[in-house]
């Protein structure tokens, strides 16, 4: 009986294993290789704050 639980948790553990990699290591399949030519421009804390409902004081907002 033990040697079959042994045996049973080794199968997980090698299951897990190669599930694991393949999830970790596969590469998309793209159709097209998309590229990224747009970076999105800065945000200002105003803007984050408005969007959120509340007010930033300029004390806070960093130096850019």
């Known amino acids: 009986m033990r040697r079959i639980i042994i045996l ?3 199968a997980v ?7 694991w ?8 399949k793209a159709v097209a290789d998309v ?3 747009e970076t999105p421009g800065q945000v200002s804390p ?5 969007k959120q409902g509340r007010i930033l004081p ?3 907002w960093p130096a850019f």
């Open 46 to 50: 105003h803007e984050i704050m408005v």
């Open 21 to 28: 990699s393949i999830a970790m290591f596969a590469k998309p």
């Open 35 to 37: 590229q990224a030519t």
């Open 13 to 19: 553990i090698a299951a897990t294993t190669v599930i």
């Open 58 to 60: 300029v004390e806070y």
């Open 8 to 10: 049973a948790a080794m």
